[in-house]
């Protein structure tokens, strides 16, 4: 299954590694708003779950077509983004662990990674 995802070349998302560093945010805060909800707002992810994975696999956010990203990353803060080395990605994930195409991202999981 394929999926889009903002990540480094490590495979690392930038809500982990800019903790903080929230500069590259345009409009509402990227957490906690209803444009951006976080997964446990929006879809009842744990946190404990989202960072220590599940049997299933490790789980990552991201989106399940290239719209749904573009409606969650504004084009300056792609821009941004790639000033950090991210970039908007297609990547192959085990399957989605929750959400859907209503919602505004969805958790994946891997196995394996």
Known sequence: MIAWRVQNA???????VLRGNATWQTGCPHSGCDCHPNPTQELGVDWYILTYG?????????????????????????????????????????????GNRQSKQVVFYRRGS
């Open 10 to 16: 490590a495979g690392r998302g930038p809500y982990s």
């Open 54 to 98: 599940t049997p299933k696999g490790r789980l990552l956010c991201g989106f399940l077509s290239k719209k749904q990203a573009l409606a969650w990353f504004a084009p300056i803060e792609l821009e941004r983004l790639a000033q950090f080395g991210f970039a908007l990605k297609k990547v192959r994930v085990t399957g989605i662990f929750a």
